[in-house]
């Protein structure tokens, strides 16, 4: 697939009284991150969706970004050190979100395998500053790309940087931009932008679980002095030995029939419950890619998953209004040879019980902890780590089930196709909708080449 980029720009938010220049007193702000922002990846999350035709021009769309940026103005701004001591912040100085136009001359159905099966061609459909030559991250946090094929089918490519927006904020915003570009106002949902005020910690404070061990950590060089002999210690000299060996990405489709199959499973082995989708699906992957991976007892091995704390937190923080991050994670532990040899119904209880263990009561102890200034005293850094490339003993979810990306529609009709793009960190996971129209999921795993091609001999077998 070869793309031409026809015309790169910055795009700068559009207020409705047709100028680019904010309201008044609203120039030059700064937004402190919160908490939960600081502790979360430092990179751009990139999403990958196809339009059938007709859509409207990119002049429309452009212009419908202009105006979501007016409303999501954080989107438009540059982190940065904020003064007067503030640290870490969002700089609303509206210099805008990188906006690229590109052709592909061929029709998208001759590309559709690559959607089929991920590869590092996915990243054509993105703007080359997400993966800048020297190492360095786009300064702007939302990049675009709109790649137009001969057939007159679109290809989005989206970027957002994650500090700014986990993934229902990304979504709000996405939904957003559709609504702006369909000229229907006012853009909803508003976004809510009290990140800075938003969580304080208790007065006085209650530290009442680890984080030091879960959301942060004392630097690699300082961890390695301080605990020779650490598990995580083991594990890390376990990934890098493997690090030579290629990563593929995998998409596995579930169907709804499959899923059934799994939880009907799970739950033969519950005397008092059954399992969800999510936790019946979780497991199944957890066990399948333990056994894939040849892991036996003696081998500790852990799933970092992500919790959302907006139906979790007391009260309730705004789930279509709060506008940045809210994502703490459970992290369910096994030994590889147990894990395996039990029922599927184990492992779904393990995922249940670390999920339901992230409640308000840990939300509250973490902003307690993370606000307490231990973490700058100590110089911890965050176990949200960027710059891994190979997680085995572990893995990482993500899962995009429940976030409305898929309501995105800038007139012609919500995408026909939707995907994480090309990611090849060995270990990931993403869960996405399908779009077979059968009530199913995808899911994105990356893995080792020959952990993938016998993940792949026995990914549909339920034990």
């Known amino acids: 697939m070869k793309v031409k980029i026809e015309s790169s720009k910055i795009v700068k938010p559009l207020y409705d009284d047709g100028t680019a220049a904010p309201p008044p007193g609203a120039g030059g702000e700064w937004s402190p991150l919160s908490v939960f922002d600081k502790v979360t990846y430092t990179e751009h999350v990139a999403l990958i969706y196809a339009f059938r035709p007709p859509s409207p021009p990119n002049s429309d769309l452009e212009l419908g970004l202009a105006k979501a940026l007016a409303v999501y103005r954080e989107m438009a701004g540059r982190l940065g050190d904020g003064p007067d001591g503030l640290g870490r912040s969002v700089h609303l100085n509206d210099a805008g979100a990188r906006f690229v136009e590109a052709s592909v001359d061929g029709p998208l159905a001759a590309s559709l395998p690559l959607l089929v099966r991920p590869s590092p061609v996915l990243k054509r459909l993105h703007p080359s500053s997400i993966d800048d030559d020297d190492g360095r991250p786009a300064e702007e946090l939302v990049l675009v790309q709109l790649t137009r094929f001969s057939c007159g089918s679109l290809v989005l490519g989206f970027a957002g940087h994650h500090q700014i927006a986990d993934g229902q904020s990304a979504g709000n915003f996405l939904v957003a931009w559709g609504l702006a570009t369909r000229r229907i106002s006012p853009v909803a949902p508003a976004p809510v932008c009290d990140r800075a005020t938003r969580f304080a910690p208790r007065d006085p404070p209650l530290v009442a679980f680890p984080h030091r061990e879960t959301e942060y950590k004392l630097p690699p060089l300082q961890a390695k002095k301080k605990h020779e002999t650490d598990e995580d210690d083991d594990e890390e000299e376990f990934a890098e030995t493997a690090a030579h060996e290629k990563v593929k990405v995998h998409k596995m489709h579930l169907s709804k029939e499959f899923v059934a199959r799994l939880k009907a499973r799970a739950a033969a082995a519950s005397s008092s419950r059954g399992y969800t989708t999510f936790q019946s699906v979780v497991a199944h992957l957890w066990r399948a890619i333990t056994a894939a991976r040849g892991l036996g007892a003696g081998v500790g091995t852990k799933v970092r998953i992500s919790v959302s704390g907006r139906t979790r937190m007391r009260p309730p923080v705004p789930r279509d209004g709060y506008f940045g991050n809210l994502v703490l994670w459970a992290f369910p532990r096994a030994d590889a040879g147990d894990l395996v040899a039990r029922p599927l119904g184990h492992a779904a209880e393990l995922v249940r019980a670390a999920v339901a263990a992230v409640d308000d009561a840990y939300f509250r102890s973490f902003v307690d902890f993370a606000s307490s200034g231990v973490v700058e005293a100590e110089g911890l850094v965050p176990t949200a780590d960027s710059d891994q490339t190979a997680l085995c003993p572990n893995l990482e979810l993500d899962t995009w089930l429940g976030i409305n990306f898929c309501d995105l529609d800038f007139g012609g009709g919500c995408p026909f196709y939707f995907m994480p793009t090309y990611f090849p960190m060995e270990g990931s996971l ?32 339920i034990a």
């Open 430 to 461: 993403f869960l996405a909708p399908s779009f077979l129209g059968d009530g199913g999921m995808e899911a994105y795993v990356s893995l080792f080449d020959n952990h993938l091609e016998e993940f792949k001999k026995i990914c549909y077998k």
